[in-house]
């Protein structure tokens, strides 16, 4: 479906007050195109419209429009400034955004990041998850095994004397 196809479905979604409709469809359009600008004012609109200054923050956090408020509540849920990157979810380098504010925005905060060191997750040595032992799954198959042979002998066995006896 064209882009003018789903805004104009947004548009009418919105019409009926059917915002979390609207705000799927536009999420969808951003997950095709992460970059575009327009979509991501109209979220944050749709986020501020409903009451989410967190979501409205995220998705208004590289346009022009985005109000001081949004932007505080939007730092305030997400602490982690790696974090904060991560659920922008921005693909370009800040060279893509039209508006200086927001490529200042952008650019402070990948230097926050950077400043706060790798995140918390990632911080120190990498060690490999030891391999779990296979020794009890194989000790309680062979149980099963075992319990299932006893039984099936049981029953050829009483077979067996019911039809000789």
């Not at 969808?28 to 970059?35: C, F, K, S």
């Not at 409205?56 to 505080?72: C, H, I, K, N, Y």
Request: with cysteine.
């Amino acid at each position: 479906m064209a882009k003018a196809d789903v805004l104009a479905r947004v548009k009418d979604d919105l019409a009926l007050g059917h915002t979390y409709r609207a705000t799927q469809r536009l999420r969808t359009l951003l997950a095709v195109d992460p970059t575009d600008l327009e979509i991501r004012r109209l979220l944050a609109a749709v986020y501020r419209q409903t009451g989410n200054l967190v979501e409205a923050g995220r998705w208004s956090f590289l346009t022009d429009d985005v109000r001081p408020a949004e932007l505080a509540a939007f730092t305030r849920a997400n602490p982690s400034p790696w974090l904060r990157l991560r659920l922008l979810a921005w693909t370009r380098d800040e060279a893509g955004l039209t508006s200086h504010a927001a490529r200042e925005r952008l650019l402070a905060l990948v230097e926050e990041a950077e400043q706060s060191g790798p995140p918390a997750r990632w911080a120190g040595s990498y060690q490999a998850r030891k391999p779990r032992g296979t020794v009890l799954p194989c000790i309680f198959v062979l149980l099963v095994t075992a319990a299932f042979a006893a039984l099936a002998a049981l029953g050829v066995w009483r077979v067996a004397r019911a039809i000789l006896s």
